[in-house]
């Protein structure tokens, strides 16, 4: 799992302390004998009796609130689950708002007025000056139609506000809706903030029961890469196993359904698009089937309906016997089977009404642990061990498959074909002095719609989109022997695994290419200049087999054999046409940052070295950069409030994991920052 990074504390510290101070305090008065943290009073036995069933009185006791506030999360206890009869409630708020009285935050919250509720067509063709999906428009292309900030003024941007996020992993991307920002931190704390100057609006923290906090804290930390605004609703997936939708206006939980039982090691680290009223997310099961149960069974991409959260699909991404794929195992066991969706979610097609979504690697990562020890139990060539390291392309509304392409078949090193497809209309003449494997059957100079992606595993990948046909493919950041995937079958796409690099026993070390080239931070299109931009990492992994690892690997990311130390990470401005690579910017400084693409012309990215720069889209020349106080991180995008236009940037806490890179000094932990930028007000 090479997307999700280190070790940092995921919850709110915040509230931990609150609830570790209240405590204390209360354990310091009461009676020693007692175990009940609530005081003495008429509701007390009711409240010890129902409320501490899915999580700690804590929760309780550490809340102040109104009459109002009380009778409001009493409802929404009984919604979610909680059995009171109906003839105690009145006593029981009695009880809770005598003894745990206080101004309720939410109603000190402005709240957002004025709301206009998103509709499918707005999402189909959203205002300029909204950011309604993590790449803007459903064919992730991140391209903002906004101009007030060019290629003549862009040096004039400046700092209008910033304001600190929750501490933890932070790999989001924000949302803008007509002025208002929505933004999750770390720890599902969801905000919605005045976009003009970062005043809070409302908050909404989730709190989760001690059973799962403590368990979910020995896990890697969980990312909540993206969320989702439909109709008057947020919705995200939360560390606990819920899709969850929040009242746009005032945070409040509007529903939460449970997707999978946080118990099975299930994770969402990715989040939602919607689609046709539909939330549709993916997860990401556990890394060690070989430990856990049930594993297959939390490898999926699922549709919930927006309006009541009602489960309506669920498409499983590690295919079981008798489902499509499900003979491309060998002798793997159904519930040993793992490949995931954890990364960004998918694209939209709505003239096909497809969507595009991409799935990880198989788990454990060596064919040689997956498959018993057999490594023949499988092919060397597509498919194999389905629907790893694939883009699959499903009926949005019915969750069934209608073609996949897999990119690397059974992959051995953990490379993680997931992230973003981007959906692109361009005339097919690609170079062959620049593209390896080209589809000689394709006329030359036609129009295609295409789906096209640049995995972690590295290459660029493009298929027709309406049925999957290989178009082209190259390796990419560049061609190499350590490359993953030896040969492309050029008529039919069938790929072929670089079967020298895969481990034939315990000990085998191999290097192979590429690791995290472009992982979750997305790249983005220009149509006028018909290219891609993707901000890629020049670097490989030495893998070496380990039967007694869950894994059945180590794994030590490693510069790529000849690479050039000044160049390890760079933007590639890559010709749809031609797939030609315009060597745009490359430094020994790696990013973690979004490409952004402008109307101005401009593309904005940052890296890990704290340095946010506008680039000039034709040539790369470097026209601003501001030095922010972390390293830049996934999330650039730009919105129009009052017409003017903004760029907004996330920054996380350092990821150690980058330390070896040449040229990246690491940076202090907790900065967990939005940043935005706008010209100066003209006189
Ligand atoms: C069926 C399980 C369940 C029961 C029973 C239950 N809760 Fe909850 N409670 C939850 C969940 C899940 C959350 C987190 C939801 C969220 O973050 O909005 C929560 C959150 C809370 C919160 C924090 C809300 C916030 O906005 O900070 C309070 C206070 C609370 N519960 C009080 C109670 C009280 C009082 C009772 C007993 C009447 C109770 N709960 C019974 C599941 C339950």
Redesign the pocket.
């Given at each position: 799992m090479t997307g999700i990074s280190s070790s940092e504390a995921r919850y709110s510290g915040k509230i931990q302390g609150a609830l570790l101070l209240s405590a204390i305090f209360l354990f310091s008065v009461l009676p020693a004998r007692s175990q009940s943290p609530l005081p003495e009073g008429n509701g007390k036995q009711i409240?010890e009796r129902?409320?501490a069933?899915?999580?700690s009185l804590d929760?309780?006791v550490s809340?102040r609130l109104t009459r109002e506030g009380w009778q409001a999360?009493?409802n929404?206890?009984i919604m979610?689950?909680?059995?009171?009869e109906k003839a105690d409630i009145p006593m029981?708020v009695d009880y809770?708002a005598k003894n745990f009285a206080g101004e309720s935050k939410?109603e000190v919250f402005a709240g957002v007025k004025d709301f206009t509720p998103v509709t499918q067509e707005m999402l189909l063709n959203p205002s300029p000056d909204d950011w309604l999906m993590p790449s803007r428009t459903y064919d992730w292309q991140r391209f903002s139609p906004l101009k007030q900030i060019d290629k003549q003024n862009v040096g004039q941007l400046r700092l209008v506000w910033a304001r600190e996020m929750e501490a933890g992993s932070n790999e989001h991307i924000p949302l803008v809706h007509q002025g208002v920002m929505y933004v999750a931190n770390p720890g599902n704390v969801i905000q919605a903030l005045d976009a003009r100057n970062g005043d809070l609006l409302w908050e909404?923290?989730?709190?989760?029961?001690e059973e799962a906090k403590a368990l979910l804290q020995t896990e890697t930390p969980q990312n909540t890469r993206v969320i989702a605004l439909y109709a008057d609703m947020v919705f995200f997936l939360s560390h606990d196993g819920y899709v969850v939708a929040l009242d746009a206006r005032t945070g409040k939980?509007r529903w939460?359904v449970q997707a999978y039982d946080y118990k099975t090691r299930g994770r969402q680290t990715s989040g939602p698009i919607i689609v046709n009223g539909k939330v549709i997310s993916g997860r990401a099961c556990t890394d060690d089937p070989f430990i856990f149960t049930k594993v297959a069974q939390t490898c999926f991409i699922a549709a919930n309906d927006a309006r009541t959260g009602k489960e309506l699909w669920k498409f499983y991404t590690a295919a079981a016997p008798g489902q499509p794929g499900g003979d491309s195992w060998g002798n793997t066991p159904a519930d040993k089977r793992a490949a995931s969706p954890w990364g960004l979610p998918g694209s939209y097609d709505p003239v096909r009404n497809l969507i595009f979504w991409g799935v990880a690697n198989p788990n454990p990562f060596t064919r040689l642990k997956r498959h018993l020890g057999n490594i023949d139990d499988v092919p060397r060539s597509s498919p194999v061990d389905l629907f790893s390291d694939s883009t699959v392309a499903l009926d949005p509304d019915t969750g069934k498959l209608a073609w996949y392409f897999q990119q690397i078949p059974g992959d051995d090193w953990d490379l993680d074909g997931v992230h973003e497809r981007i959906l692109i209309r361009t005339p097919f003449n690609p170079d062959p002095n620049s593209v390896k494997w080209i589809n000689p059957r394709i006329p030359r100079g036609q129009e295609h719609d295409i789906v096209v992606d640049a995995p972690e595993e590295g290459g660029i990948w493009v298929n027709d989109r309406t049925n999957g046909q290989f178009l082209w493919a190259e390796p990419f950041p560049y061609d190499t022997p350590a490359f993953a995937v030896s040969r492309i079958d050029l008529e039919t796409g069938k790929t072929y695994i670089n079967w020298d690099l895969v481990a034939k026993k315990e000990g085998d070390k191999h290097t192979v290419c590429y690791e995290n080239q472009k992982s979750w931070y997305p790249m983005s299109y220009h149509p006028g200049k018909n290219s891609l931009y993707i901000p890629y990492r020049d670097v490989c992994v030495e893998v070496q087999a380990k039967l007694d690892d869950n894994h059945g690997a180590s794994r030590k990311v490693v510069p790529r054999p000849g690479s050039d130390p000044q160049a390890l990470g760079g933007i590639a401005k890559v010709n749809m046409t031609t797939g030609q690579i315009q060597r745009f910017y490359s430094a020994p400084v790696v990013g973690s940052g979004a490409t952004l693409a402008t109307a101005g012309d401009l593309i904005f990215w940052g890296d890990d070295d704290r340095r946010f720069r506008a680039f000039d889209a034709d040539t790369g020349k470097i026209l601003w950069e501001s030095i922010l106080a972390s390293r830049i991180e996934s999330s650039t995008i730009t919105y129009a409030v009052e017409g003017k236009q903004y760029v907004a940037v996330l920054t996380r806490e350092a990821d150690l994991e980058l330390r070896y890179i040449a040229g990246t000094k690491p940076v202090r932990n907790h900065h967990n920052t939005i940043y935005v930028f706008a010209l100066p007000e003209q006189r």
């Open positions: 409240v129902t409320c069933r899915c999580h929760t309780v809340k999360t009493l929404d206890m979610i689950g909680a059995s009171l029981v809770l939410a909404y923290r989730r709190q989760m029961s939980l939460q």
